[in-house]
């Protein structure tokens, strides 16, 4: 008896950059005009980050596959629903994603900057790579745009940069901004006045850069300790550039 394979489809990570649809790579721009199903993740009643950045670059035949967030910064990290109602998240995902692909057809996941760096898509990755063909196509990092836009030369030399989550305690933030010569601080925005206050016990507030959707429309840029209030959005971070030396 004869059996038939079907072919899966092959899953595509695809970066595309912090913001400014010009800061696409030109690989993820074919790639998004030939994939046939297009996924993309966004909170409920908004477009998405990611699928507004690419709009007018989808094939006219392409399906969406719109995966939407049981809630975003609403439950805060620690809170014991967040784990478990994020993981079921993922797993339904997954397997929407996974359902087309057993078709035989290719999947494009869009993620905003690069998909293995705090990216939603390394969730489908963690849970699709190892059951299907899978490329990972790197993007511009939000980090790289905003300190790019802010014209801040981050690290010299032999410089070290370390990259820390506005999440956490604040002894933790100021243990690591101390050790650093350069910093960048993500989710900065509903952190800002425990981040304000770790830089601030590490000696490095007048250094920092806060930079809110940087490479978008409503791009805004500023000295942190000029900022006069702690009000942020989720796509802001803080810079940390490192001290000017004469070479």
Do not use: Q
């Not at 790579?129 to 990972?136: P, S, T």
């Amino acid at each position: 008896m004869s059996h038939v394979v079907t072919k899966t489809g092959t899953l595509y990570g695809v970066g595309v950059g912090p913001g400014d649809p010009e800061l696409m790579t030109l690989k993820a721009a074919r790639i998004l005009s030939e994939a046939p199903v297009v996924a993309y993740f966004a909170k409920r009643g908004k477009t998405g980050n990611a699928r507004r950045i690419v709009e007018g670059r989808l094939g006219a035949e392409a399906v969406e596959l719109r995966l939407e967030y049981p809630f975003t910064v609403e439950v805060p990290v620690g809170d014991p629903r967040y784990p478990a109602e994020m993981a079921a998240f993922y797993d339904e995902a997954a397997e929407k994603v996974a359902a087309r692909l057993d078709e035989g057809t290719d999947v494009a996941v869009l993620c905003e900057g690069d998909p293995l760096f705090y990216g939603s898509y390394m969730y489908i990755h963690d849970r699709l790579a190892g059951r299907y063909a899978c490329e990972v196509v790197p993007g511009i990092t939000a980090m790289s745009g905003c300190w790019a836009r802010a014209g801040a030369p981050m690290t010299r030399g032999d410089d070290m940069l370390s990259v820390v989550s506005g999440t956490m305690d604040e002894d933790g933030l100021a243990e690591r901004l101390g050790a650093a010569d350069a910093a960048v601080i993500m989710k900065a925005g509903l952190n800002l006045k425990k981040v304000r206050a770790a830089l601030a016990r590490a000696g490095k507030l007048e250094r920092a850069v806060y930079v809110e959707r940087g490479t978008m429309p409503e791009e805004s840029i500023t000295r942190l300790a000029e900022k006069p209030d702690d009000d942020g959005p989720y796509f802001s971070l803080v810079l940390v550039p490192t001290e000017r030396r004469t070479v």
